[in-house]
């Protein structure tokens, strides 16, 4: 068990570097996948657009979901967006650059998938069969051939077992003529992909420096913050617990004793210990007026705080005692306005 404890530390000490491997993996897997499906176009003509259209696009989204569902910063993204203003104010900058982090590795797995599906092309010899230049590259003095015949006929071009129109254009010249145009689509989707990267990556730095630093060091600050109050907060219920245990088997044995007339154990001293780490805030109702208020304005992002006027989110019309700690004073404060 400490040994899955430390990997999991570990994991979130190194998350970015965890992310990024993530995404690679996603990114070869989705290579693999494409390698391992069985493309079949059904060569019909209403249906081989729709069918290499919803190849080359559908998977890509669905990749792109979840790179957002396996990273752990959508959910404080959210929080972050969806939160009262409160004292702490929101900053449209980090909010962006936290979206725009993420979907940078969500989109690595979508963006291999596009290269590997243009540069086979399958897909657009499915979906693009019927529009090949028969003039250019067949012959077009076969007579006996509707409009609606040809382009049934043409659908067939990617099943070659049923194809049957060598007569106006051979097979293998309009499969080649389709994925050359598809090789050249996935190597431009590349090259934009590679360039928009690059710019991304190294100039936006250098035009916004030093909104781009802001930005990084309060959405690292957000991930920080977080973890830290989890942390407490984890902290602080496996020391309630601990203490309301020991409380009810208290209480048992001082029943036990009078009815057999046995003196009560003493408690241990570890208890002491685990009810200072409660802060103060020792019953269920302080516990959730503290979530609550922690979600609804959570304090100013500054160490020294000034003497807070009344009527705010944490302070009262009366000012609690200055020697109590300050989750009591905070408690003090919202039972003096209730």
């Not at 998938?113 to 693009?128: E, P, R």
Request: glycine share 6%; aromatic share 10%.
């Amino acid at each position: 068990m400490d040994k899955f404890r430390m990997i999991f530390q570990f994991l979130q000490s190194n998350q970015e570097s965890f992310m990024n491997g993530i995404c690679g993996i996603m990114a070869l897997a989705s290579a693999q996948m494409y390698s391992a499906f069985d493309f079949n176009c059904p060569c019909l003509p209403h249906y081989n657009l729709a069918y290499g259209l919803g190849i080359l696009l559908v998977p890509p989204f669905i990749l792109f979901l979840l790179g957002f569902v396996l990273n752990n910063n959508v959910s404080m993204l959210a929080e972050e967006w969806r939160r009262p203003q409160g004292q702490r104010g929101k900053d449209p900058a980090v909010l962006r650059y936290m979206f725009c982090s993420m979907a940078q590795r969500a989109m690595i797995a979508p963006a291999v998938w596009v290269s590997v599906t243009l540069l086979d092309g399958k897909c657009i010899t499915c979906a693009f069969c019927t529009s090949v230049p028969v003039e250019t590259l067949g012959n077009i003095s076969h007579p006996g051939l509707s409009q609606g015949e040809m382009t049934r006929v043409l659908a067939r071009i990617p099943c070659k077992e049923i194809y049957d129109g060598q007569e106006f254009i051979a097979n293998e010249v309009a499969i080649r003529y389709l994925r050359c145009i598809s090789q050249a689509l996935g190597w431009c989707f590349v090259l934009l992909m590679t360039t928009l990267a690059f710019l991304v990556r190294s100039l936006r730095p250098c035009f916004t420096q030093a909104a781009f630093l802001k930005s990084r060091y309060w959405s690292h600050y957000i991930d920080i913050e977080r973890k830290m109050f989890d942390e407490t907060c984890a902290e602080h219920a496996r020391s309630f617990a601990k203490v309301c245990i020991q409380q009810f088997f208290e209480g048992m044995s001082t029943d036990l004793a009078a009815a057999h007339c046995h003196p009560p154990r003493k408690a241990p001293v570890d208890v002491g210990e685990a009810a200072e780490k409660l802060l103060g805030i020792t019953d269920q109702g302080s516990m959730n007026v503290a979530l609550k208020s922690w979600h609804r304005c959570k304090p100013p992002l500054h160490l020294h705080p000034p003497t807070l006027p009344s009527g705010n989110g944490w302070a009262g019309e009366k000012q609690p005692p200055a020697h109590l700690p300050a989750p009591r004073r905070e408690m003090a404060a919202y039972y003096s306005r209730v």
